[in-house]
């Protein structure tokens, strides 16, 4: 049972920096893709970025890629580092899981964590 808990979310500012947690247990994950997605109100769930559990080869969607930065620890837990949030950042932000890897796959997904940004 692969089972993955996000943290960090919260109100800041527009202009501020928050990084979000993923801690992800329940099995090995060498081969599992990570991905953060988000989903504002109204709207539906969109791709944030991805990388690989074994390292490196991350991804990004293409219009929040300067400001955002996906990483992962040797500790089981991928991070979402974002700067400079907006307003329009604001959304419920959920860590998921590709076990084949390919970023097409997603099948386990945490609960969500808030990030509100105030203008």
């Known amino acids: 049972q692969v089972q993955l808990v996000e943290s960090g979310g919260g109100l800041v500012q527009a202009g501020d920096s928050l990084r979000l947690s993923c801690r992800a247990s329940?099995?090995?994950?060498?081969?599992?893709?990570m991905g953060w997605f988000r989903q504002a109100p109204g709207k539906e769930r969109e791709f944030v970025a991805s990388?690989?559990?074994?390292?490196?080869?991350e991804y990004y969607s293409d219009s929040l890629k300067d400001r955002f930065v996906i990483s992962r620890d040797t500790q089981n837990t991928v991070y979402l580092q974002m700067n400079s949030l907006k307003p329009e950042d604001t959304a419920v932000y959920y860590c998921?899981?590709?076990?084949?890897?390919?970023?097409?796959?997603?099948?386990?997904w945490g609960q969500g964590t808030q990030v509100t940004v105030s203008s």
């Open positions: 329940g099995r090995t994950f060498t081969e599992y893709r």
């Open positions: 990388i690989k559990w074994s390292g490196g080869s």
């Open positions: 998921s899981a590709d076990p084949r890897g390919l970023g097409t796959q997603y099948i386990y």
